[in-house]
């Protein structure tokens, strides 16, 4: 079984691409109690901020844990130390990570000045290859190799194990989501997307934040009317067509 976590449905895209390659059943982790998480073969998730997702990291926390797993982490350029703090939450856990891939997928991360989304050019150049690497992933998964093959970037340890914890504390959550009320149109996306359903429309049709995001930004990039800002930073910035 293959579980995935995805925001703006790179993860789930991979997932399920992977899914098709190695004639798996493909699952949200959203909908998989934690009992059943003993059954996972390969989870795909994106890299936050050169870490695991908060949410995913809660989940696997309670989850019980499969003796071995290989891991697969979507990113828009690297990974950090995310593959080091899987492995040691794994085997702290008395399980195994045995294979870790990244993959480059389209940027999702924007709330910052200096991020924003890939141009269509870059977006193309990734999913072709992301293709090809996909088929070299899916062949070592099927062998179940041992590898670590992972892009960690420049100064991993310090994006990590020091800007990391700070984007933690300052960034995280949806404290800073504002939405133009006099553009949104009411159609509801922003909330059907939410994968841990953190956004509630009210009467008047308008999001509300319930206050566990897990900080995918899919609500900022699906709004039709880029009438949701993520910060003060985002209201010339890019979004990213959902796959
Ligand atoms: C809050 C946040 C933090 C991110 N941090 C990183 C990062 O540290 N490194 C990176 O390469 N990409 C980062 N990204 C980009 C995503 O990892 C990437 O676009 C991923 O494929 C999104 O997957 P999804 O569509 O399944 O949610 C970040 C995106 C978000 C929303
Ligand atoms: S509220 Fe928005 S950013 Fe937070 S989890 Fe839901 S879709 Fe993702
Ligand atoms: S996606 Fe945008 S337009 Fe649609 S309800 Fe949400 S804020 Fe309004």
Not at 146 to 162: L, Q
Request: hydrophobic content about 40%; aromatic content about 8%; charged content about 25%.
């Amino acid at each position: 079984m293959i579980a995935f976590f995805s925001g703006t449905g790179n993860s789930k895209w991979v997932a399920q691409k992977l899914g098709v390659l190695l004639e798996q059943e493909v699952v949200n982790i959203t909908s998989v109690a934690s009992d059943d998480f003993i059954k996972v073969k390969i989870l795909v998730i994106p890299v936050y901020a050169w870490g695991v997702p908060r949410w995913v990291k809660q989940y696997l926390i309670t989850a019980e844990l499969p003796q071995k797993i290989d891991i697969v982490l979507t990113c828009g350029d690297d990974i950090g130390m995310t593959d080091v703090e899987l492995r040691n939450f794994f085997s702290k856990r008395n399980s195994r990570m045995n294979s870790c891939h990244s993959l480059q997928m389209p940027n999702t991360y924007v709330a910052l000045p200096g991020f924003d989304t890939d141009s269509q050019d870059v977006v193309s150049k990734k999913m072709e290859n992301a293709h090809i690497r996909l088929q070299v992933i899916a062949e070592r998964l099927k062998d179940s190799k041992e590898v670590i093959d992972v892009v960690r970037g420049g100064f991993p340890r310090i994006k990590s194990y020091i800007l990391r914890p700070l984007f933690n504390h300052c960034l995280t959550g949806d404290k800073r989501f504002k939405v133009d009320t006099k553009a949104c149109i009411h159609c509801n996306r922003c909330a059907d997307i939410c994968p841990v359903q953190n956004v509630r429309m009210t009467d008047e049709g308008i999001p509300k934040w319930l206050h566990h995001c897990a900080d995918c930004s899919a609500c900022y990039h699906v709004c039709p009317k880029h009438a949701i800002q993520h910060s003060s930073f985002t209201k010339n910035k890019g979004q990213k067509k959902l796959i």
